[in-house]
């Protein structure tokens, strides 16, 4: 599986901007697909992930309400929709898929993702 992100750029606080991820090869034994972001100088965290058969999705707190993750299985493309953008949003974000089957309370987890896109900078301008 390889995954291409793109989407990213300047934003402005309050604002918006969609990423995408689109994903090729065998994307169909993809579990979930997340979003994970890094700001410089602080760990990669996660952010949101979504079920690739039934499109359940999780958050993480700080962007709930503000960020909506969805995916288009026939086109092998994830999503992640960001409103009300706020500068603490601003670092790489990166997005990968599991290879199989993760158990619920691992989706948050970097290691348990398999496949990885090159990542695209965010920068929300106060």
């Known amino acids: 599986v390889q995954l291409q992100a793109s989407g990213g750029g300047l934003a402005q606080s309050g604002g918006s901007l969609r990423l995408s991820c689109a994903g090729s090869?065998?994307?169909?034994?993809?579990?979930?697909m997340a979003w994970f972001r890094q700001a410089p100088g602080k760990e990669r965290e996660f952010v949101a992930a979504?079920?690739?058969?039934?499109?359940?999705?999780y958050y993480t707190d700080s962007v709930k309400g503000r960020f909506t993750i969805s995916r288009d299985k026939y086109k092998h493309t994830g999503y992640l929709q960001m409103n009300s953008l706020k500068p603490e949003d601003t670092a790489v974000y990166y997005c990968?898929?599991?290879?199989?089957?993760?158990?619920?309370?691992?989706?948050?987890?970097?290691?348990?993702?398999?496949?990885w896109g090159q990542g695209t900078q965010v920068t929300v301008s106060s």
């Open positions: 990968a898929a599991s290879g199989g089957w993760v158990i619920l309370s691992r989706r948050s987890d970097l290691d348990a993702y398999d496949y």
């Open positions: 090869g065998r994307t169909s034994t993809a579990y979930y």
């Open positions: 979504v079920n690739w058969k039934d499109g359940y999705t």
